[in-house]
């Protein structure tokens, strides 16, 4: 999977290119508008993660242009939280979904996976793993087909865990995929959305395994039948 993307601050795109091939995925990173316009019309990919505010050419004006070619790329608009009007046009141009910033780092990757998944030819964005449902898109997950009343932080953790299910998965790794930009996430914080999200799932038969001074792994197991009846 090939990513381009545009983004015009240095932290946040060496971020992202960090996080995204760690994940597998091979990064293009362009700093403004123009070298988008360039890349996308010279290059194949199969995602573009897309700034509105770059310098040189809008992100709006680079997504028209695209459009305009006939591209149906895969488009993934980043624009800061009180921009509305962008968004919205954004989404009239041809965007096929957004994220505001500030934003956690396990979000956008949940959100690449539906969209490169689609681009490929419309493919489930829905990972099953024993009786745990998890529905990228909508981020909302089931045991059982029952839904589970989970916080952004759980979800974002639950994400992770499932991205890489049968390998550890360590606190470092969860810190760096949980924080949002400017904001610090601890290792203890880390244990304690463990223990909340451990005891909402194990009832179903899904356990988080910790593998002491390593990390954490999803695993299924059968949990014990109920006692009978006298």
Request: net charge neutral; proline share 3%.
């Amino acid at each position: 999977m090939r990513i381009l993307l545009a983004e015009d601050d240095s932290v946040l795109a060496d971020g992202l290119t960090r996080s995204l091939r760690q994940s597998g995925y091979a990064i293009d990173c362009v700093k403004n508008g123009q070298e988008a316009d360039t890349a996308l019309s010279t290059q194949e990919f199969d995602l573009l993660i897309l700034d509105l505010g770059l310098p040189k050419m809008s992100g709006l004006e680079v997504l028209r242009r695209l459009r305009a070619r006939g591209s149906l790329l895969p488009v993934l608009i980043l624009t800061a939280a009180d921009s509305v009007e962008q968004r919205v046009n954004g989404l009239d141009l041809g965007a096929d979904d957004y994220m505001a910033k500030p934003f956690a780092l396990s979000e956008l990757e949940a959100r690449v996976r539906a969209l490169t998944r689609r681009g490929q030819g419309g493919g489930s964005t829905v990972v099953k793993h024993g009786p745990l449902t998890y529905d990228q898109v909508g981020r909302s997950a089931y045991i059982n087909e029952q839904m589970l009343d989970l916080s952004a932080r759980e979800l974002g953790l639950l994400e992770i865990l499932l991205a890489r299910t049968g390998r550890l998965v360590s606190k470092e790794q969860l810190v760096d995929h949980l924080c949002e930009w400017g904001e610090e996430v601890s290792n203890n914080a880390i244990e304690v959305y463990v223990h909340r999200l451990r005891k909402k799932i194990e009832v179903g038969g899904i356990r988080i395994a910790t593998v002491r001074g390593l990390g954490y792994c999803l695993e299924k197991f059968n949990p014990p039948a109920p006692p009978a009846a006298k």
